[in-house]
């Protein structure tokens, strides 16, 4: 697929995109063109047909989008699709003023691994799990991973660079800003033609962002057999009520961040109740004191009474644990495409919805030298 053809897929998925917003037809946005039938709309959107210049400009006050919506190739608009873990309190236009946010830095991620040396595997490593798929099933995929890997006895230290690294899907940590309340959205998983992005909030505690990691990469692993909704609860208990897909994740997440070899090394074989020593354990494996005493009650480990028990502990977070804005190697592609003039530094801020001055902390965060003068 040449250059051309791309930049008629790309700009024909916003043109539909920006119409269903609307809640226009064909039939209507082609007779405001001037178009003779509905046919040549079609085509513009499946990217059979460019728009002309003029076209573009009219199409701009039709749907009430800038000409550079249509355009901007750091944009995935009508191509990204995403998994949200979002309170249930959360507003449905306050999730997509954010996911028109996330999707500049997806956009931003695309164009820099586009620019990048690198090769970027376009097989893909997917589950061979399914809705029918059994909860065992899910926690045994999640074991046999973790011990072929080699993540070690505790999975969730490994857990960010392993999908980055080997299964080549980037993860970027990222605040949700000022202006909603913490724990609103915890992080989502967002499918592309030709990559998948994982995406978690870096404020949650160190336990809720290794489960949200976990999670995510089990959408990413099976969105082909199992797409998950648009928008799913953050809460594990209203999870349980919601559809067979959450609570496959929810296996798979604690058996990777807790399997058995590594709960038989902490805490030897056999039943416990000593909620005490659970919880060092669940500090260890960087886990929530609920999530280990719901995976040890599955595995039938522990009795009802030491569940509730561990669950009143609270794990508190190092200074140290907070991950950095993004990740390394996206602030490292960004230093790059800036120090080779591949991209200005404008452009680029505008695009993070940075100021320069927050550009430059970027990269000092990451003791990169600034690539660019203020």
């Given amino acids: 697929m040449d250059a051309l053809t791309i930049s008629s897929v790309n700009v024909g998925l916003r043109v539909k995109h920006a119409r269903e917003r ?38 701009s006050d039709v749907l009430d989008q800038d000409v550079e919506f249509f355009i901007d190739p750091f944009s995935v608009v009508g191509e990204a699709q995403y998994s949200w873990r979002a309170s249930t309190t959360l507003p449905e236009i306050e999730l997509d003023r954010f996911e028109a946010t996330a999707n500049s830095w997806v956009g931003l991620l695309r164009w820099l691994r586009s620019q990048d040396a690198a090769e970027h595997s376009p097989l893909g490593f997917t589950l061979r799990l399914d809705g029918t798929s059994s909860y065992e099933a899910a926690q045994y995929a999640a074991e046999q991973l973790a011990r072929k890997h080699q993540l070690g006895q505790v999975p969730a230290l490994k857990l960010s660079q392993f999908i980055e690294k080997d299964l080549d899907i980037p993860v970027l940590f990222v605040d949700t800003g000022p202006t909603l309340q913490q724990g609103a959205i915890s992080g989502a998983a967002c499918h592309l033609p030709e990559m998948g992005v994982i995406l978690v909030n870096r404020r949650e505690s160190a336990a809720r962002r290794n489960f949200d990691l976990a999670h995510e990469l089990f959408h990413s692993l099976t969105w082909e057999r199992m797409r998950p909704d648009h928008r799913e609860s953050n809460s594990v208990e209203a999870r349980q009520r919601t559809r067979r897909t959450e609570q496959l994740a929810d296996n798979f997440a604690a058996a990777l961040l807790m399997p058995r070899a590594s709960l038989d090394a902490l805490l030897g074989e056999g039943r416990s109740t000593d909620a005490a020593k659970l919880f060092e354990v669940a500090n260890q494996l960087q886990v929530s004191a609920t999530a280990l005493g719901w995976r040890l009650r599955s595995l039938g480990r522990i009795d009802e009474a030491t569940q509730q028990a561990l669950s009143q502990y609270r794990r508190v977070d190092a ?10 190697s996206f602030v490292e592609q960004l230093h790059v495409a800036l120090d080779k003039g591949r991209l200005s530094a404008r452009k680029a801020a505008k695009t993070l919805g940075f100021s320069l001055h927050e550009l430059t902390e970027l990269f000092t965060a990451y003791r990169l030298p600034v690539p660019f003068a203020l």
């Fill in 319 to 328: 200074v140290e644990e907070l991950p950095g804005l993004f990740s390394r």
């Fill in 22 to 59: 609307l809640r226009l037809n064909q039939e209507h946005v082609s007779a405001a063109l001037g178009f003779n039938d509905r046919q040549t709309l079609s085509d513009i959107e499946n990217g059979k047909r460019t728009l002309k210049a003029e076209e573009l400009l009219k199409l």
